[in-house]
């Protein structure tokens, strides 16, 4: 949607993003946090809108709730059934997406500028009289059913299924997001109605705008969709107590190629290393085919396709979580690898050339994130609900480039000890010759 003149950038001695004009924050009211980048480049619009939804806020024996009511945002709302309140969005070429995680609801909505007004009164229309048919929860139930059925024969699904209760024990983080059969089976159009009356609200709400509307206009649409809402907050989730089990758990299945999630604790957005261990993770996991575990896992000893690490974070804590898929006569062998990679890379650190390749990588890279008026939104948004500053859109490359040797060392050996490594293999392994056992006891396929 726009060109990025990264040359021009460097050249003005601005190495963030490629944005239109600084971000700034509008003020629409207490507990409501707005990011807005105004463009007139292109005639579109695009917004994300975080709220306090997440599936961590499900009760007790009803997982999926909140992706539920996630997946109803589009089937009615106001006057408009489902099939009427589709239509105005698809008439009106509005794309809308509805994404639900741990924590959060995310919202996000593309749209031409002169369609602005009526995405908006949707948007609105939708959080503040949603209608819960019968006739559509039933519908969308039946999908959601069908897809934990389906999952239950992936065993990358069923890995990660299993390792967040593996990880997390009884915490709701450890539950599915999209829930299990038992608990969207107990779900009634009630529940549905208080989940969205005390989750979809203006209290916690984060918001990032960009594109062709000015701020004033933006203020007044944002008010009309927010103010009418609650500006409770639900209660803040119950503290992470259990974090990682380290050891193998076996989900047992007739596959012939298993899947293992393998995770270790890792830093909340606030830690001193976080952004050092952003770094340090890159390197040995997250740097696609230059990463170490691909040299090693892939390259090297040809064990997988594929091999790659990466930061989750919650608001209750951070987790360093990777995955591998390889034959089941080679998953034993994989995991062997891995371990034996991360007590390296955690006893010794990378080196000057590997930090300098990622620096130039990650500052480099940056500026594609802003490409679009939906991509700035996107990224706008994930640094609001990280609870960043808005000065940090422009100081994070230069945050990287500071970095030393030592910071991403100490970074490093706080978070790849493998002794510390919870993993999680869906489908049935075969032992290497070694002799070696899997850590931990199976764990029976459900």
Excluded: C
Excluded at 114 to 119: C, H, L, V, Y
Excluded at 276 to 303: C, M, P, W
């Amino acid at each position: 949607m726009r060109t990025i003149a990264l040359a021009l950038l460097f050249a003005l001695g601005f190495a963030g993003p490629a944005l239109a004009s600084a971000p700034r924050a509008l003020d629409i009211g207490p507990n409501e946090e707005v990011w807005f980048e105004e463009d007139h480049t292109v005639p579109m619009v695009a917004f994300s809108v975080a709220l306090p939804a997440g599936s961590v806020y499900d009760p007790a024996g009803k997982a999926g709730l909140a992706a539920f009511a996630a997946y109803m945002f589009n089937e009615g709302a106001g006057p408009l059934n489902s099939e009427a309140y589709q239509s105005e969005i698809a008439d009106r070429a509005i794309q809308l997406t509805m994404s639900p995680d741990r924590d959060w609801l995310i919202l996000s909505v593309s749209t031409l500028s002169s369609q602005a007004k009526d995405a908006f009164r949707l948007l609105a229309l939708a959080l503040q009289h949603p209608r819960f048919d019968a006739d559509a929860v039933e519908r969308v139930r039946a999908q959601m059913l069908q897809q934990v059925q389906q999952d239950a024969s992936d065993p990358a699904a069923v890995a990660a299924d299993r390792f967040y209760q593996v990880y997390f024990g009884n915490h709701p983080y450890g539950h599915p997001v999209n829930g299990d059969t038992a608990g969207l089976t107990a779900i009634r159009v009630a529940d549905l109605k208080a989940f969205a009356a005390t989750h979809w609200v203006k209290g916690g709400a984060r918001i990032a705008v960009s594109g062709d509307i000015d701020a004033a206009t933006l203020t007044g649409l944002l008010k009309a969709t927010f103010d009418p809402l609650p500006a409770a907050m639900p209660p803040a989730p119950p503290p992470v107590v259990h974090a990682g089990n380290p050891g193998e758990t076996i989900v047992p299945m007739v596959v012939p190629q298993p899947t293992a999630l393998f995770g270790l604790p890792g830093f909340a957005r606030a830690d001193k290393d976080y952004l050092a261990g952003y770094v340090a993770n890159y390197i040995v996991g997250g740097g696609g085919f230059s990463s170490r575990l691909t040299v090693e896992v892939r390259e090297k000893r040809g064990l997988t396709y594929g091999i790659s690490t990466g930061f989750a974070d919650f608001h209750r804590g951070g987790l360093v979580l990777g995955q591998v898929a390889t034959r089941r006569d080679a998953m034993d062998s994989s995991l062997a690898v891995v371990r034996q990679v991360l007590a390296d890379y955690a006893a010794h650190g990378p080196t000057a050339a590997e930090l300098a390749d990622a620096k130039t990588y990650l500052t480099g890279s940056y500026p594609l994130a802003f490409a679009s008026n939906a991509g700035i939104a996107s990224q706008l948004n994930a640094f609001e609900r990280a609870g960043l500053p808005l000065a940090y859109v422009a100081r994070r490359n230069s945050l990287i480039e500071a970095l030393t040797l030592d910071d991403v060392k100490r970074a490093a050996a706080r978070l790849f000890d493998p002794a510390r490594m919870t993993v999680v293999v869906g489908g049935s392994i075969a032992v290497a010759s070694t002799g070696r056992k899997p850590v931990g006891k199976p764990a029976a396929h459900n």
